[in-house]
């Protein structure tokens, strides 16, 4: 490889690597987008919440799961024993179970399961089963988060337990983080509720239901009852993620929230997993130090390239005629004729051919001569030859080209001889 290209090769090198470098170490703007994964390190993924609670509860583990399938973990054979027991909790931007899904959660229920479900809206069912319906304050507040707060950083206050006058019940968050409450509906079910947060407009932000058993009778008391397990309901999904746990003293609003007396081992189901493995050049786009040198080393493989293409002196390689196979092929036809054994036919091609030669030279023809001997004449004057001679090869010719007329090999070869003998005396 010559040196300059060497060259070329090390600067497309250094300066993929300085480019990668320089990417790199530029700040990276956040994704404010709500994902609520596991895997996600972004403000409003999961990844700091998770850790942040498995390192503050005992037993706190995400699973890949469902209502569902935790349903079918436990047949439902009735109440189970507290160590069997669970507090399941889901956060997503907008939870919309399947038509078994409420049947699930409130088969978790009786089996003395509690289920917390954090979302910002909610299926018109189940907002219609448990007797609740989510109101706006304001609608895509969250698509304008980064530059609302950057601009007018006012926070709202959220009140525990509705004691606003105990500071230690007050929480300071960003109104764009609670776009919506919640507002109780009539509903079937025997239900004990209660609310555990509101805004400072004293809209519920989160309720916690139990349930009774269908054959409770209403005069019953506590004690009687069925020992179901609780249904939390939250409007604030974003405080439940990276940023939010991390904003202020929201995690102490979350573990209240999140307390239960009976204090179940807490399991946080990701029903939408999380995205898989992407490929290499999902990557490489994905990250934009990576995109940028990737996009220079193919500008620098095309300027390559095009240097490489510039037009290049070569020896012109010498082109050798075609040799004449005329002969050869002549041969083979020949050959071919006579494995056939049909010695008439060729010696009248080779009277065809001679009869050809006298047209091209002297524009005559035996055949055109009604009297064969006045033929031989005619041509025993163009070849010098005795006319006796002529005469007696030319009626022989004749004969054997007679239809009906046998000839053997040697009368073939015999009337051949002839013909080039004539054909080497023509002047």
């Known amino acids: 490889m010559k040196r300059s290209r060497i060259v070329f090769f090390v600067l497309i090198a250094v300066f993929f690597v300085a480019v990668f470098l320089v990417q790199y170490n530029t700040p990276r703007p956040f994704i404010w987008k709500p994902t609520y994964l596991h895997d996600d390190r972004q403000p409003f993924g999961c990844y700091v919440f998770d850790d942040v609670l498995a390192s503050s509860f ?21 109440i189970l024993p507290r160590s069997e027991r669970r507090t399941y909790l889901l956060i997503q931007d907008v939870y919309s179970p399947p038509d078994s899904g409420l049947l699930d959660i409130r088969s978790l229920l009786r089996q003395g399961h509690n289920v917390v479900i954090c979302a910002s809206d909610f299926s018109e069912e189940m907002m219609e089963t448990f007797g609740f319906s989510v109101e706006y304050n304001e609608r895509d507040l969250i698509n304008v988060f980064d530059q609302a707060v950057r601009l007018d950083p006012v926070r709202d206050t959220i009140y525990y337990d509705n004691r606003i006058d105990d500071d230690y019940h007050l929480y300071r968050v960003f109104p764009q983080l609670h776009p919506v409450y919640l507002e109780l509906q009539e509903c079937e079910l025997d239900r004990n509720m ?49 940023y939010g746990i991390l904003d202020g003293d929201n995690a102490s609003y979350i573990f209240r929230l999140l ?18 493995s992407p490929s290499l050049l999902k990557a490489i786009f994905d990250s934009p ?20 293409a510039q037009r290049k002196q070569r020896p012109i390689p010498v082109v050798t005629p075609p040799a004449n196979e005329m002969l050869r092929f002549t041969r083979l036809i020949g050959n071919l004729f006579y494995q056939k054994r049909d010695y008439q036919d060729l010696l009248r091609k080779k009277y065809l ?69 004539w054909k080497r005396k023509l002047k």
Do not use: C
């Open 353 to 421: 051919y001679f009869r050809t030669e006298l047209r091209r030279r002297y524009a005559t023809d035996p055949e055109t001569e009604p009297d064969p001997k006045a033929a031989a004449e005619r041509l025993a004057a163009r070849t010098g030859l005795p006319v006796e001679e002529v005469t007696a090869d030319f009626v022989r010719l004749k004969h054997l080209l007679s239809d009906g007329t046998r000839v053997s090999e040697a009368d073939m070869r015999r009337a051949i001889d002839g013909i080039n003998h």
């Open 58 to 78: 005992d037993d706190y583990r995400v699973e890949q799961k469902s209502l569902y399938k935790v349903r079918m973990e436990y047949p439902d054979t009735g």
């Open 289 to 308: 130090a990576l995109k940028a040198a990737f996009y220079s080393l193919l500008l620098l493989v095309l300027l390559l390239m095009t240097n490489a």
């Open 194 to 242: 209660a609310f555990l947060a509101r805004d400072n407009h004293d809209h519920p932000l989160a309720l916690i239901m139990s349930l009774y058993s269908n054959d409770a009778e209403d005069d019953m008391d506590a004690e009687s009852r069925w020992d179901y397990g609780s249904l939390l309901i939250v409007s604030t999904p974003l405080l439940f993620t990276n």
């Open 259 to 276: 307390y239960f007396p009976d204090n179940y081992p807490i399991v946080r189901l990701e029903e939408s997993h999380s995205a898989a």
